[in-house]
Nanobody, 125 residues
């Protein structure tokens, strides 16, 4: 059974940076797309970023393009989300996720089957 465990969330001032990590256990992620989504209070969960199994393809929500960078280290079975120039509207619980199908790239969070528990990111003004 694969598990995804997020870390790195916290409280940061607007304009600051955070780096989230997602460590996978139970299976190697080297053949799977990995993604990040977020859910703000009172809002639906939304896609943030995705990276293909090799890292050759990445996708971002328009709201984070140019500020967030997704990356992965398959040797460490870990995916990262570097978040720069954070804004109060980035405040949310951030989730790491993956589809069950290997070699399948998608930026549609509805197609992701495995989810972590989430890590809280709070951006203050």
């Amino acid at each position: 059974q694969v598990r995804l465990i997020e870390s790195g969330g916290g409280l940061v001032q607007a304009g600051g940076s955070l780096r989230l990590s997602c460590a996978a256990s139970g299976r190697a992620i080297s053949t799977y797309t990995m993604g990040w989504s977020r859910q703000a209070p009172g809002k639906e969960r939304e896609f943030v970023a995705a990276i293909s199994w090799s890292g050759g393809s990445t996708g971002y929500a328009d709201s984070v393009k140019g500020r967030f960078t997704i990356s992965r280290d398959n040797a460490k079975n870990t995916v990262y989300l570097q978040m720069n120039i954070l804004k109060p509207e980035d405040t949310a619980v951030y989730y790491c996720a993956a589809p069950r199908r290997p070699y399948y790239y998608s930026t549609n969070a509805a197609e992701y089957d495995i989810w972590g528990q989430g890590t809280q990111v709070t951006v203050s003004t």
